[in-house]
């Protein structure tokens, strides 16, 4: 019989990163972060913040700096990594306000135990500001790394907290919502909505989640101990970020609509943005949870608010289950160069 099984045929950063994955001598890219050396005390990640895609180019300084280590700091919490040195590269435009970039950015490191160790300055002609940080990371001796290729079948499914909560931020910010010092302004919300004091704060935590993403670093270090299989963080929609992870590991997936995590209040929010709640939760991307996967009997300490929403099969493919029906959930997400 013949199989039901499509190929999938990559695009974009995928097709991109495959290409250069087989012009490597052992490659060591396809995690969140590459250990260096190999299999050794390093993980080191990098990653970009650039005005007009990833913040409004009028976001505070201090705001831009929480943003970039947080991001950066996901993707050592992928890993299971314990954050320990930072490099930065600044590029900014003339006004902006380096010091105050600084003492929230060095604030936020000593939050967690993070030395800044050296970097580069530059003058932008650009409108806002490009920020790239390089974090390198370690892990306790007893842990190990964490991967995305090491799902099995039979494993299940974890998401580490709520998705597309990020991603409706990200549009009430295109319609004029700002960070103002520590509040959010709401100045495009429905004129229904003023009537409605949970929508309103449901938009202003959406806006914050966008702004100001929390790396679950504490639950990253306890995978790492705790026997995982596969895991990367939700950066580029669950949806993509689920196929990267199965394809790594060489498995599929079956996830539950009905499990999945999200916001409260998130539906009604989703109806006044007239967007479907369901497809912002798979596709919208920039949450910083971490997607992964535990051995049966093996639970997430209850203090991490994690939720099982399906489990890794075999074969290739990776299905939505809704209701009675089950259909293959496409790689639908952010892509960096689609």
């Not at 940080?133 to 790394?145: D, V």
């Not at 597309?164 to 919300?189: H, K, Q």
């Not at 705790?226 to 990367?232: F, L, R």
Request: overall charge positive; aromatic content about 6%.
């Amino acid at each position: 019989m013949a199989s039901r099984v499509a190929l999938v045929r990559l695009r974009g950063e995928d097709a991109l990163l495959s290409w250069l994955r087989g012009r490597l001598d052992r490659p060591l890219i396809g995690d969140d972060a590459a250990v260096l050396p190999r299999p050794g005390p390093f993980a080191v990640t990098v990653d970009s913040q650039i005005a007009g895609v990833h913040f409004p180019a009028d976001l505070d300084s201090a705001a831009v700096a929480r943003r970039l280590l947080a991001v950066n700091l996901s993707d050592l919490a992928a890993m299971g990594a314990e954050p320990a040195f930072a490099f930065l590269a600044l590029a900014a435009p003339p006004g902006f306000d380096h010091k105050r970039f600084f003492r929230a950015l060095l604030a936020a490191c000593a939050r967690y135990r993070l030395r800044l160790a050296g970097g580069d300055l530059a003058t932008s002609p650009a409108a806002g500001a490009i920020a790239t940080m390089t974090l390198l990371g370690t892990k306790a001796a007893k842990a190990r790394w964490l991967r995305r290729g090491g799902a099995e079948p039979g494993h299940v499914l974890w998401l580490g907290g709520t998705v597309g909560e990020s991603a409706a931020g990200r549009l009430l910010i295109g319609g004029g919502a700002r960070l103002a010092g520590r509040r959010i302004e709401l100045p495009a919300l429905p004129s229904a909505w003023s009537h409605s004091p949970g929508l309103a704060a449901a938009a202003r935590r959406a806006v914050r989640r966008h702004l100001l993403p929390a790396p679950q670093l504490e639950l990253g270090r306890w995978l790492g101990g705790a026997g995982a299989g596969g895991a990367i963080d939700v950066s580029d929609g669950l949806s993509r970020d689920l196929h990267r992870l199965c394809r790594e590991s060489s498995a599929g997936a079956e996830v539950s609509a009905e499990a999945l995590p999200l916001p409260e209040r998130f539906a009604p929010l989703c109806a006044g943005l007239g967007v479907d709640p369901r497809e912002l939760a798979l596709s919208g991307g920039e949450d910083y949870v971490l997607l992964f996967t535990l051995p049966p009997g093996v639970t997430p300490a209850p203090r991490f608010a994690c939720h099982r929403i399906g489990t890794i099969t075999r074969g290739k493919r990776i299905l939505l289950r809704r209701g009675g029906r089950r259909d293959d959930l496409p790689a639908l997400g952010w892509d960096h160069l689609g």
